[in-house]
Every structure is written in C-alpha cells, then in structure tokens.
C-alpha cells in the first residue's frame, strides 16, 4: 500500500509539474506575443505617419506648382498682349512653351522623387519587422 501511495504521488508531482511547464510556456509565448504585437503596431504607426508626412509634402508641392505655373501663364498672356506682330507672337509663344514644358518635366521629376522617397521612409519600418519576423521564426524552427 505505501508503494501503491508513493507511485500516486509521483504521478500527481509529475502532473503538477507538467502542468506549471506548461503554463509557464504559455505566459512566456504569450509575452513574447505581446511584445512582437508591440512592435509591429509601432511599426505601422511609424508608417503611417512618413506617409502622411510624404502625402503632406507632395500636395503642398503640387500647390506651389500649381500657383506658380497659373502666374506664368498670366504673365505669358499678358506678354503675348504686348507683341506688335505675329512673328513675335510666335517667339514668345515658342518661348513660354519651351520654358513651361521644360518647367513640368523637372516639377514631374522632382514630384517621382518626393513620392520615392516617402515610399521607402513609410515601408522602412514595416520591412524591419518583417526581417525580424522571419528570423525569429528561422531561429526559433526545429532543426
């Protein structure tokens, strides 16, 4: 009978144990949950905002743009006003088309380089935690 006891208790230590491994595996899993959960919504906060602060720049960019090409136009016409022949509507006119298409081309460029540069900020830390992902599960699989 005391065999019969010892083996009972052994059994319920043992379940006791397992149980507490266990549970303490399941708070750190969860823990560590947490704590990537953490990190990638910092990450998409940190996002959101370059490419708020991207979309920002852009549109005052194209304002500004937009602003100053109305300006110009005025001022073309107003110059085209002034042309005593039509040969000097033709030059002006060739004047101003050259100056606002070589205008729009740089304004364009320096458009696609703001729209880059936010891309890259706003996917910077999304990227970081895709990395981190990833090697946390390369490390973490079994061998």
Known sequence: MAADQSTAENFAASGVNAFKDSIEKSVTAMTELNTHSKKNLEAVVASVTAAT????????????????SMEDHVAAAKTLATAK??????????????????GYVAEMKRMAELVSTSMKASMTPINERVTA????????RPI
């Open 53 to 68: 602060k991207g979309a920002e720049t852009l549109g005052a960019s194209a304002m500004a743009y937009s602003k100053k």
């Open 85 to 102: 022949s039509v040969q000097e509507v033709l030059e002006y006119q060739t004047t101003f088309a050259k100056t606002a298409f070589e």
């Open 133 to 140: 992902m990833v090697e946390h599960a390369q490390a973490s």
